[in-house]
């Protein structure tokens, strides 16, 4: 390892230690922001309208968050989103109390739209801080760290409410946004993707890059939907990831359900048991991940992403399948280790997109993800009023199944389709002309031109 390399991973590692501190606080808010708003406004609808408010901002910024990322640095996106989620927790301490109401919901709206722009700015220039080849290391490192401080976050959301109250919370909250502020404000980045890849390599003319620049963002919008388009595999990938979404809102509601229901004198005990185990789970994929990535110098792959999804479902919907205790925490185990296969194989298939469309890729991604668990939020809540946790659960899941196996299969048929094209410009003794062989996007490419 060279000692630039060495340098950028050093930096890398900075960034993610405070992205998960940050993260640490988020899911501790999660559960104290809801209690706090019922607290607040005695009405469980109001809860609903709360997290509906923030996966709108969410959904809302994924669709600008590419032309705004174009002209904006990812470095100050970034640092911009941490420091108004930290400005927006100290509004929750500051603001009288006959304001908390109308406070709270900005809240929301403004959590929703930093942590979106956020990760699509974090997600887009992974390949800028660390190297094309480096991405699945990176993203590994990102997600199992992610995982750790979910845990933690939310195994200590109760402590600290309980012992600490809600202000200490919101500060505690404000603090880990200020510190993940920081390691963005040490990490030198240049302007945007498409400027950081035209100064590596060179290429780009002063006409061109001044071009590039006085491009609209609708225009840009409109060249990555229709680089997205032309390789149907990523555009079907980018809605299995919004269909994933919706599977996940269904356990996510589900489980407090469930659990109450399995011993309702101690309802959170499957809930953490089970949370606890999952990211166990990830962070050993994470660490299977990256010996995988070290040795073979690859990453999953899209393939990859679609059978995890396959198996992250399947064992969602075991899990409330009333196993025994031993059979339901090996579900449990698979279950975090196929969710983190998919998280960094799906991220890291976006990051082999040229530069200037990789932003875009994610802002849409972001609000297809966002609309997914929204709608599915507000749909499995209702559902869960007439039906069983299962069904609820397998029906949302199902989805997901039926889709990533239409994903696997037209995977498949590009693979097959590519070695035939290969085979066959190698026997017409022309195969030095074929198509390239790196391969690394499994047949859902995107030309660069």
Known sequence: MTSGTALKERRYRILVAGYA???YGTFLNLVALNLYVYAVTDRALA???FMTVRFAAGFLTGLVAGPLLARWSAKGAMLWANLLQAAAMLLLVAVPDDHHTAALFTVSAVVGAAGTLFMVAFRSSIPLMVGEGRTTWANSLMVSWRSMAMVAGFASSGVVVSLLGYTAAFLADMGTFLVCALTVALLPMARN??????????ADTESGERGARDETGRIRSSAALAALGAAPALLLMVALRGVDALG???????LPVYSTRLDADSPAVFVSVFWCVWAIGNVLAQQVLRRYAKRTERAVGSLGFGLGTIVMSATFILAFAGFPWVATIVIALLAGAADGLTEVSYTSHLQTLPSGLRTHAFGLS?????????VGMIVVATALDAFTPLSVVAVAHGAAIVVALVFVAQVLRQRNASRKATADSDEGGSGDAGPARGGHRDGAEVSGG
């Open 21 to 23: 501190i940050s993260s």
């Open 47 to 49: 809860v609903g309208a």
């Open 193 to 202: 993707a498409a400027d950081g890849a035209g100064a590596e390599s060179g």
């Open 248 to 254: 996940s809102s269904s356990h996510n509601a589900a």
């Open 366 to 374: 972001a609000t297809v993800e966002n609309l997914g668990f929204g």
